[in-house]
């Protein structure tokens, strides 16, 4: 019985293990998105002021991408370490994704 408990609850630290990962992948998308597109506005109206705005947000989303990573491998590495003898490994899941990302997207044709 006190297998099964523990086998139960390794099989849940690994879902969400995967569903944390995943939240952060997302969030740093979300981040370069946004930063890559301050960058294309500030390639096409080359002035002063939207330099200086540009340089000050791509300072702001480094530092934010870095306390998001940060966060998120405080919480994996908790994870990992509460089960220390259990292999993890993390998978990609490319519907989360899309469905984190697109999610407002109206669907047309379906």
């Known amino acids: 019985m006190k297998n099964s408990l523990l086998d139960k609850q390794i099989k849940e ?3 969400n293990l995967n569903y ?3 939240v952060m992948i997302v969030k740093i998308i979300k981040q370069s998105i946004l930063l890559t597109t301050i960058l294309l506005i500030n390639q096409l109206f080359d002035t002063l002021i939207i330099n200086i705005i540009t340089l000050f947000f791509t300072i702001c ?3 934010i991408i870095y306390k998001i990573v940060e966060h998120y491998n405080y919480i994996l ?3 990992k ?3 220390s003898n259990v292999d993890f490994t993390y998978i990609v899941d490319t519907y989360f994704i899309k469905e984190s990302l697109l999610k407002k997207v109206v669907k047309y044709g379906k």
């Open 13 to 15: 630290a690994k879902i």
């Open 61 to 63: 989303s480094i530092f």
């Open 81 to 83: 370490n509460t089960f």
């Open 20 to 22: 944390f990962f995943m």
């Open 77 to 79: 590495n908790d994870i």
